[in-house]
């Protein structure tokens, strides 16, 4: 659902930080060899013909996530994944069209066929790609990432941070915000355990979208909320959050955005995969992630299904 650096979304702290980013680094999924001549025409050829007939590429997205996706003063979407998502179309030759949909339902949306593909900072896992829940039952068909960014979860808590808190553990015997359904959601899932080892219960409040868990970081009744970090450093600076939140130790977790493609569209998957190369290679890439303060998370190529 809201996110330098929704989804979103085991504290395994800089191990996985590391072994997300060697994922998207060094990628097993990239792009292929393009044409010399024109390599963006040779992309563009391999469009399925779903989308080349309609002339879009239609995406579900919850625009609620600043940075990562909002509306701008216009009422459009803005942020780094419109951005990003406008570029790819331009490669491809096809409008965007953009589905403003609940973080919650943008799987099951997917899979219902209401759009070609989402991407809302929607991290690549394998419950997703498994299609399983906490329990490891089945829930659904799963879907495949073009992997596209790496981002790690932060802890936002209020200016000042009146309460010294600095790891999961510091949350403790508190009460944390964030937004259900997200990779948050699943950290702080597990940490609730970890603190009644402690003696120490760990309260949570999961919210339908991260402004409402701000909201709560806000206002005291949470001491702290979970983020993306480009989110929570977002939040930190903004306008109407800065002077009110602070971001506070280290990233403690890290995994890729992935744009989630139907399992049996390979072909739509492909074909992103290599216009996700393009674009990187392009430059265009890297312009749209300094825009938006976020060029830590760069990745150097595209990859399927690269994510913890």
């Known amino acids: 659902m809201p996110h330098p650096l929704p989804a979103r979304r085991p504290a395994l702290a800089g191990a ?18 393009a044409t010399a001549d024109d390599p963006v025409k040779d992309v563009r050829g391999k469009l399925p013909k779903a989308q080349r007939s309609a002339g879009a590429l239609r995406i579900g997205m919850d625009v609620n996530y600043a940075p990562v996706e909002f509306r701008g003063p216009d009422g459009k979407p803005t942020g780094l994944d419109p951005e990003l998502a406008a570029a ?7 409008r965007v069209e953009f589905v403003d949909t609940p973080f919650g339902k943008l799987v099951p949306n997917l899979q219902a066929k209401q759009y070609d593909v989402a991407m809302s900072a929607l991290s690549d896992t394998r419950r997703r790609r498994d299609g399983v829940d906490e329990a490891g039952k089945q829930t659904d068909p799963g879907v495949d ?13 209020p200016k000042g941070n009146p309460k010294g808190i600095k790891t999961l553990d510091d949350l403790c015997g508190r009460t944390v915000a964030l937004q259900q359904g997200t990779t948050q959601d699943e950290i702080v899932t597990r940490q609730v355990a970890v603190c009644a080892r402690t003696g120490r219960q760990l309260t949570t409040h999961k919210l339908d979208t991260d402004a409402k868990a701000l909201a709560e970081v806000a206002s005291g009744t ?11 450093a977002y939040a930190a600076k903004s306008p109407d959050g800065g002077g009110r939140f602070e971001v506070t130790g280290g990233q403690s977790t890290s995994n890729p955005y992935g744009i ?14 290599k216009a996700v190369d ?23 190529n595209a990859v399927v299904n690269g994510g913890i």
């Not at 996985?16 to 060899?33: E, F, I, K, R």
């Not at 979970?226 to 929570?232: G, K, M, Q």
């Not at 989630?260 to 995969?273: F, S």
């Open 222 to 232: 949470a001491a702290a909320g979970l983020n993306d970090f480009p989110v929570a």
């Open 278 to 300: 393009q674009l990187i290679r392009s430059g265009e890439y890297d312009k749209i992630l300094a825009k938006w303060n976020v060029s830590a998370g760069a990745a150097q």
């Open 16 to 33: 996985v930080l590391a072994t997300a980013g060697a994922l998207l680094l060094t990628g097993c999924g990239g792009g292929g060899q």
């Open 88 to 94: 790819l179309g331009r490669i491809l030759d096809v």
């Open 145 to 157: 990432f073009v992997d596209y960014f790496i981002a790690g979860t932060s802890i936002v808590v």
């Open 260 to 273: 989630a493609v139907r399992k049996g569209d390979t072909e739509l998957r492909d074909v992103l995969t």
